[in-house]
């Protein structure tokens, strides 16, 4: 992958030097511990989860949190961040491809497709074309841990324009695959006196039998 494969500009400031930078600043057993705790509650709300896909998982903090969850389950990801990617292989408990959501085309289903803190910085045009790969790479659920926000709005990110949108992510999903249905949901503060996050809503959903 080379940044002239990259569709987009919000493709391009991942995979450069400023997700380079993202990587640098978001390591640490603070957030593998924090993210147990986040996906515990969710997870206790599927049944069977043997296999895991993540859409943007960086250098993994979400996928350490899941394995220490799910020791058996398989694992795997799409990253666009070469250094992210070169740390995931070297941790090595997940299969990984290199390259953008957009362009990944899933081989197989996993029983867990999802996304966390990756939606949001996704050009809004291309949005459906992510929707369409988290469907069609889950065989039963689909987590989106994102900011919510019930219509669109962009929010300037770290000094930058077009680099974070908010909208109802979950809403656009059920809306768009009918086989879908909310199986639960919650908000994780930033403010949480054990385990906080940055204001994240997410969502579980599940395809109909």
Known sequence: ?????????????????????????????????????????????????????????????????LRRLLPGAELATVEINPKAVAILKEWGEAEVCQGSILEFEPTRQYALSFTKGVLIHINPDMLDKVYDRLYRASRRYICVAEYYNPTPVTIPYRGHDDRLFKRDFAGELLERFHDLHLVDYGFVY????????????WFLLEKSC
């Not at 002239?4 to 957030?31: C, H, I, M, P, S």
């Not at 705790?37 to 250098?59: C, M, Q």
């Not at 930033?190 to 809503?201: G, V």
């Open 190 to 201: 930033r403010r949480d006196p054990n385990f906080p996050q940055d204001d994240l809503s």
């Open 1 to 65: 992958m080379t940044t002239e494969t990259l569709r987009t500009e919000q493709e391009n400031f991942w995979a450069g030097t400023f997700g380079d930078e993202y990587v640098e600043r978001n390591t640490g057993e603070a957030w593998i511990a924090t993210n147990s705790a986040l996906f515990a509650k969710i997870l206790s709300r599927t049944k069977g989860v043997d296999s895991i896909i993540e859409f943007g998982a960086n250098i993994g903090l979400n996928l350490r949190a």
